[in-house]
């Protein structure tokens, strides 16, 4: 007899198929049952306002949730960095896999780089958080740009540069990865010019807290596709966040990644950044620690360095605060 398909929930963008089927071919290795896309919209998926406008945190995450908490998937795929931070104590983050390449990216038309882009480039770009780097970038190197604010997902986004009504779009690299677009690539960004959405290139898998037996079970399998350290690093940048009091639209960019002394990982670096959209004042701060073991010892460097960035006056640069 057939085991009975575990259904996992989804949002209906070709990104957002993309990455649950990847999770969907790892959980039925794990698993060995089969498991089915159930395609779900969310708010996020419908509305044209800006993310900010309707409040960014959460948009794309709580129909989802909503599914899991009826009984209608038995787990659920996101995109971590659209979680909001405050985990619902009748779910459970039971994976965060191998994260993909944290970086954004720049496609652009002539196949430019981000530094080659002419005078008074216009650049498209959802996020307050990209804007407020670049400019901050541009201001500081001399560059001459304008961010404009767009919607839409990926081939909108992208077709705002072939149709000429833009110079280039700041993207993720790791959807791109995902939906096999990588090479249309013009300019990666490195982390020091543009620091990623906390839990960025991360996948997050959510299920029902064990209450039963069988949600145990599945708790237990989907646990055999988590990453300690990529769990470890967006706990730390999501610690952050979350002392910061910002929701997931708000300029704030950050990474925490592993030093090495050769083959030897010495401690984790988590760095952070605040600024205005316009660019004019950033705060940007970074602190280092021993490689967390623990979720509270992950928390705590977050807030540690949360604390020294509203001490240097974080609070007042951030436009969007948490509900």
Do not use: W
Not at 47 to 63: C, D, K, P, Y
Request: hydrophobic share 45%; charged share 25%.
């Amino acid at each position: 007899m057939t085991e009975k398909a575990l259904r996992l929930g989804t949002r209906r963008s070709k990104l957002a198929m993309a990455q649950s089927g990847q999770v969907a071919q790892a959980v039925r290795q794990v698993t060995g049952r089969p498991v089915e896309l159930v395609e779900i919209t969310t708010y996020g998926d419908v509305s044209r306002e800006a993310l900010a406008q309707i409040g960014g945190t959460g948009v794309f995450v709580t129909a989802l949730r909503d599914a899991l908490l009826r009984g209608e998937v038995d787990f659920a795929v996101h995109s971590l960095k659209d979680l909001p931070t405050t985990q619902p104590e009748e779910l459970v983050l039971a994976a965060v896999p191998v994260r993909e390449d944290p970086r954004d990216v720049i496609v652009a038309r002539d196949a430019l780089k981000f530094t080659d882009l002419p005078r008074g480039a216009r650049i498209g770009t959802g996020s307050p958080r990209r804007m407020a780097q670049l400019n901050a970038y541009a201001r500081t190197h001399g560059l001459d740009i304008e961010t404009v604010p767009i919607r839409g997902n990926v081939d909108t986004r992208i077709g705002y540069v072939h149709a000429g009504e833009l110079d280039a779009v700041v993207l993720a690299a790791a959807g791109l990865n995902r939906i096999g677009r990588i090479d249309e690539v013009t300019d990666f960004l490195s982390v020091d010019t543009v620091l990623p959405a906390p839990g960025q290139g991360a996948l997050a898998i959510e299920c029902r807290a064990g209450n039963t037996a069988r949600d145990a079970a599945l708790v237990a399998a989907l646990g055999e596709l988590d990453d300690p350290f990529t769990r470890a690093a967006v706990t730390a940048e999501r610690s952050l966040l979350a002392a910061l009091e910002a929701g997931c639209s708000a300029p704030v960019g950050a990474l925490a990644d592993l030093l090495a002394d050769g083959q030897t990982v010495k401690e984790m670096r988590l760095r952070g950044v605040v600024g205005t959209t316009d660019g004019t004042r950033t705060v940007q701060l970074s602190t280092t620690g021993p490689v967390p073991q623990t979720h509270d010892r992950a928390t705590a460097l977050g807030r540690e360095l949360a604390t020294e960035m509203l001490a240097q006056g974080a609070a007042g640069l951030m436009g969007e605060r948490a509900h």
